[in-house]
Nanobody, 115 residues
Framework: QVQLVESGGGLVQAGGSLRLSCAAS????????MRWYRQAPGKQRELVAG???????NYADSVKGRFTISRDDAKNTLYLQMNSLKPEDTAVYYCNTNKLLNFYWGQGTQVTVSS
């Protein structure tokens, strides 16, 4: 059974940094693409960053140059380093992966950026 557990969220002032972690179990970590999504109140969930099994990355335009996605295969952990945070980055952040047509989500971690 695939389980994803996010951590590292919190309250930070604008311009600050946070690093989110997603601990994965039940999968051979390096074999699957991993992604970070976020959902702000009243808005749809959106893709923030993705990391393919080969190591290529993609980012939403709104976070390019500020966020970095990475993983540690030995620890089965995905990371999202978030720098220069803005109030509009406030959201619940979710870790995601899929095995064929089965998609898996963590419970989310709240990030709040104060102005």
């Amino acid at each position: 059974q695939v389980q994803l557990v996010e951590s590292g969220g919190g309250l930070v002032q604008a311009g600050g940094s946070l690093r989110l972690s997603c601990a994965a179990s039940g999968i051979t970590f390096g074999m699957y693409a991993m992604r970070w999504y976020r959902q702000a109140p009243g808005k749809q969930r959106e893709l923030v960053a993705g990391l393919s099994s080969s190591g290529s990355t993609n980012y939403a335009d709104s976070v390019k140059g500020r966020f970095t996605i990475s993983r540690d295969d030995a620890k089965n952990t995905l990371y999202l380093q978030m720098n220069s945070l803005k109030p509009e980055d406030t959201a619940v952040y979710y870790c995601n992966t899929n095995k064929l047509l089965n998609f898996y989500w963590g419970q989310g971690t709240q990030v709040t950026v104060s102005s």
